[in-house]
């Protein structure tokens, strides 16, 4: 009797443990997001193993590259999402991915901070919950083509979806080589001579270049671009030996970096929106958003924009390009200041095809445009930022190129709107959606770099 009550109270014991190691597993982080295989970037060496049941859920990824000027803005807006629409952490629920490097305190560009990426969720309670999946070393340039492709991989690997969506938040300066807008001089200097060639700056956010610290504008609103001032594609500034050195960026190798197909690129950034952005990112996105002129530092509404890209179940950056606009269209004074448009990337090809056609029937009159005389979307002389349609006007396109022009842009423009005026800098009364630099006003060492863009390679607008 004794040995079965032994025997009976151990197989009690055997079966506990089964039934407590089951639910152990079940609950655990790894079996909930089902991540396949290993982590090339952190310590784990086995994420178990992901089902093969079709991928139903999306991922949304903020971008934030904060280690300059806009450090406090950026964090604010991650404060912001938590305040929004938020999913949970199911495996089948959507995904928040926020990665993240910024200064540890303002204007401190010397003491190097590491960049992490975060899950942000709700747990049972409805409370905001900040899950580090990953962080990189100390030093490590958020504003780097190396360090996007490791970032996007890795979320590409560890987080499967039907969906995928960016929001990339920094400063900015559109299609211009890096550092090219703070410190032109750099490019036209003998220092510049063991880069003489665009093509040699093998991975772009990886060679510094000397920067020149704005003075700001006390009398404007703050700008993503630091109130007269921005940068390529995002900024890590890295102050050395009494001079500030800046990564950023090169935008003809962005797509690169990118490794999988995203529904859509929101840029919270200055100056993205042209052509040459649009053209050079057209087969990684089907859908871009950005800003053809400087964008105020709060930038997009962080508290509503999870509503609009995940909580329904096809994501929605048209409305969030209109709640841009109409938050800034309904301040007053300088703070009415906004342009936006959202670009079908699939009609791209289509308005390359009619401003090849343009361009070579009218470039002599393009060549002599006067540039006062063309809508630009620029302040402080910064002369790279154009509108595309009004150029060829100007330029005295005839009437069915022009009406060519406009049904191109039709298509390819799913929503745009402009301010009447930006920062009392100037009016906007010509607004097609798209910017585009104009050869007349820019410089040889532009025309030597506008060359490498896939938009000069199809349209030929410098030759």
Not at 75 to 85: C, H, R, S, V
Not at 208 to 230: F, H, N, W
Not at 374 to 382: A, E, I, L, M, P
Not at 407 to 412: F, K, P
Request: glycine fraction near 6%.
């Amino acid at each position: 009797m004794i040995m079965f009550r032994n025997i009976l109270y151990k197989t009690i014991q055997i079966t506990t443990l089964i039934i407590a190691a089951g639910v152990m597993f079940s609950c655990s982080k790894d079996d909930d997001f089902h991540i396949k295989g290993t982590d090339s970037f952190s310590d784990q060496k086995d994420l178990g193993s992901r089902g093969t049941s079709p991928e139903t859920r999306k991922v949304l990824i903020l971008y934030s590259a904060g280690y300059n000027s806009l450090s406090s803005y950026l964090a604010e807006d991650i404060e912001d999402l938590e305040t929004g629409y938020l999913p949970g952490d199911a495996r089948y629920d959507d995904v928040i991915l926020i990665f993240s490097k910024k200064t540890v305190s303002y204007g401190n560009y010397t003491t190097q901070t590491s960049p992490y990426l975060i899950r942000l969720y709700k747990d049972e309670s409805g409370k905001a919950v900040m899950d580090t999946v990953l962080t990189m070393d100390s030093g490590t340039i958020a504003s780097s083509t190396v360090t996007m492709k490791k970032v996007l991989t890795y979320i590409k690997e560890n987080f499967p979806a039907r969906s995928y969506g960016m929001i990339f938040s920094s400063h900015a300066t559109g299609w211009l080589p890096p550092g090219y807008y703070s410190n032109s001089s750099y490019y036209e200097s003998e220092s510049y001579s063991p880069y003489a060639t665009f093509s040699t700056i093998k991975e772009s956010g990886e060679i510094p270049v000397p920067y020149i610290m704005p003075q700001t504008d006390p009398l404007a609103p703050a700008v993503k671009s630091r109130s007269i001032e921005t940068k390529s594609i995002g900024q890590d500034l890295l102050y050395k030996n009494g001079g500030y050195l800046t990564y950023e960026i090169n935008l003809k190798d962005i797509a690169a970096a990118i490794p999988m197909h995203f529904d859509y690129i929101l840029f919270d950034a200055c100056l993205m929106g042209g052509i040459e952005t649009a053209y050079e990112l057209k087969d990684v996105c089907s859908e871009i958003g950005f800003s053809q002129t400087e964008v105020l530092a709060e930038g997009f509404d962080y508290s509503n924009i999870t509503s609009y890209l995940l909580k329904e179940e096809t994501p929605d950056p048209e409305s969030v390009c209109r709640d841009y606009f109409e938050y800034y269209n309904a301040k007053s004074d300088q703070y009415r200041s906004a342009t936006v448009s959202l670009v079908n990337c699939s009609g791209l090809d289509s308005l390359a095809d009619v401003c090849k056609r343009i361009f070579e029937d009218n470039r002599a009159a393009i060549a002599a445009l006067d540039p006062s005389e063309v809508q630009g979307y620029f302040r402080f002389d910064k002369h790279w930022f154009y509108d595309l349609k009004d150029i060829a006007s100007k330029a005295g396109a005839s009437q069915k190129e022009l009406d060519d022009l406009q049904n191109a842009l039709d298509y390819c423009i799913l929503y745009k709107n402009a301010t009447p005026s930006f920062i009392d800098s100037f009016d906007i009364t010509s607004y097609s959606g798209l910017s585009m630099y104009l050869p007349c006003n820019g410089s040889s060492v532009l025309d030597n770099y506008y060359k490498l863009l896939a938009w000069n390679k199809t349209v030929n607008l410098v030759e």
